[in-house]
């Protein structure tokens, strides 16, 4: 497993992540569009304000950790990304979904991924990614770890291993611990949209609005460099 990545290569390296699942049309990504992508408002967990420094500079960092690669082009002047973390950790659909939210999002539990990755991958239940979640604990060296519930929290939440989280959410849960100990409701009940929480009816809701509303400043960027290319020639 490659070294700790700092926040600026994890940000990167998520929303390729998530741009390869979710706008596979637009991807690979040039440098404007991934660093629309890193600043978007929605779907971030922090929101930032990375200049083309600082996408560079995480680029270039990725690129000698081999997870990156740079894709060139004749018929398009500027040069575009792509990630290259299924090929170097080995990661299928829906475990690269699982890596892209906590990358993107931070910490987060079992309900929080399967509500967010209807864009990324499909997931039947709760069990399905809390199965995901196992394989990518288990490994051996590990990509995922449990945390201690906080208070006031009903269920524990997960955090990534690929990059350091800052503040007391970076300790892992001890030991035999089980998440199903946690779930307030069990997989049958999700299953069903109906009988979700109206807080989860939310939140598919704004994730959806979310999707379109970054689907949309993709294709801002992407109009933005036509027409630079056009006024070069």
């Given amino acids: 497993m490659p070294e700790l990545l700092s926040p600026e290569e994890a940000r990167v390296l998520g929303c390729l992540l998530e741009k390869e699942a979710a706008t596979p049309e637009y991807y690979p990504l040039t440098l404007n569009a991934l660093r629309n992508a890193c600043n978007q408002s ?18 270039a960092s990725l690129r000698e950790k081999t997870l990156i690669r740079i894709v ?5 002047r500027a040069a575009k990304y792509r990630h290259v973390l299924d090929e170097v950790l080995g990661l299928d659909q829906q475990e690269r979904a699982v890596m892209c939210l906590l ?12 509500t967010r990755s209807d864009r990324l991958a499909p997931f039947d239940s709760l069990e399905a990614v809390e199965e995901v979640l196992t394989r990518l604990a288990n490994r051996e060296e590990p990509l995922v770890a449990r945390l201690d519930r906080a208070p006031g929290q009903k269920e524990a939440r997960n955090r990534q291993l690929l990059a350091q ?44 609005l979310e999707g379109l509303r970054a689907e949309i400043s993709q294709l801002r960027s992407e109009l933005e460099e036509l027409r630079r290319q056009v006024g070069a020639e």
């Fill in 42 to 59: 929605s779907s971030r967990n922090p929101v930032v304000s990375y200049d083309d420094g600082d996408v560079s500079r995480a680029l």
């Fill in 103 to 114: 990358l993107l999002r931070g910490p987060q539990t079992v309900g929080e991924l399967r």
């Fill in 165 to 208: 989280e800052a503040g007391p959410e970076a300790a892992p849960a001890s030991a035999g611990r089980s998440e199903r100990d946690d779930v307030a409701i069990d997989g049958s009940e999700w299953s069903s949209p109906r009988r979700r929480p109206p807080v989860d009816a939310a939140a598919d809701l704004r994730d959806e």
């Fill in 72 to 76: 060139y082009s004749q018929s398009n």
